[in-house]
């Protein structure tokens, strides 16, 4: 249950400020000045893990822009830089990739050769890194370093992304693409069966570093000149060895989620 809450706090990112072209959600629509942003929205979530199924969180979304410090959904930080065209930033970032056994499928798992007896629940964790933005004519491009300082899998996460921004009237859709590289101890964790585990029965498997390939579509449309609607679609292709993982549903070899939302801002 605190797990969920968590996410139902923090997941759903918002960007009713327009400041970004990468992430869960759309942006690059027309600036404006408020620094703060509230509303609500919902996040469905096609999960690739045994037996989980699709999974729907209504999200309140929260989002703040000041001269040093930002909030912006799962992310808090510092503007180290910021230029016309970069910018550098210290983040602290919620991950949640973390899962309970309980929530998995036991004919599932079973099918799979894993008796959920044997397995523990993953924890979610909280990455500590730097994030880097470049903007120009051609789109955005934004770099990601962020290493587990909960020690939840102890690994790191490197990501690369870009989205262009399309403009019809007030409406801004941005498709885009990119990539994160996960280390051999936070696939292993997050993917594959751990020591314990395996000592109790379960067949030992070890996806090592891995990169995941992602594209998504997002989009934002103004209501007014305090409300804006947006949303996101995106798909993570997995590669063979997480679709291998006996802790993924049989024959998946993607994800995808589904955000929208209604935000003001103050």
């Given amino acids: 249950m605190l797990r969920h809450a968590l996410v139902v706090c923090l997941l759903f990112p918002t960007l009713a400020s327009a400041q970004s072209s990468t992430g869960d959600l759309p942006a690059n629509a027309d600036p404006n000045d408020d620094r703060w942003s509230l509303g609500i929205g919902a996040r469905v979530k096609d999960s690739a893990y045994a037996g989980e199924g699709t999974r729907t969180l209504p999200l309140p979304l929260v989002n703040y822009e000041g001269e040093r410090f930002f909030w912006r959904g799962v992310t808090g930080g510092f503007h180290l830089f910021e230029g016309e065209a970069f910018r550098l930033e210290a983040v602290v970032s919620g991950r949640f990739d973390g899962f309970d056994i309980d929530d998995l499928g036991r004919r599932e798992l079973l099918a799979n050769g894993l008796d959920p007896d044997w397995l523990q629940d993953r924890d979610d964790g909280l990455d500590v890194g730097l994030s ?58 997050y993917y594959g069966t751990l020591d314990e585990e395996a000592a109790l029965g379960a067949p030992a498997y070890r996806p090592g570093s891995t990169l995941i390939p992602r594209a998504s579509l ?8 305090k409300w804006r609607m947006i949303g996101a679609v995106k798909y993570e292709f997995l590669p063979g060895e997480i679709g291998d993982s006996p802790l993924i549903e049989a024959g998946t070899d993607g994800e995808a989620a589904l955000s929208i939302g209604l935000a003001r801002g103050f």
């Fill in 132 to 189: 880097a933005r470049w903007r120009g004519r051609a789109g955005e491009l934004k770099f990601e370093a962020l290493a587990d300082v909960a020690d939840a899998s102890g690994g790191y996460e490197l990501s690369l992304d870009y989205g262009y921004a399309l403009h019809w009237g007030r409406t801004t859709v941005v498709p885009g693409a990119g990539v994160r590289w996960m280390s051999k101890d936070m696939a292993d964790y």
């Fill in 218 to 225: 997002g989009f934002s449309h103004p209501l007014g000149r």
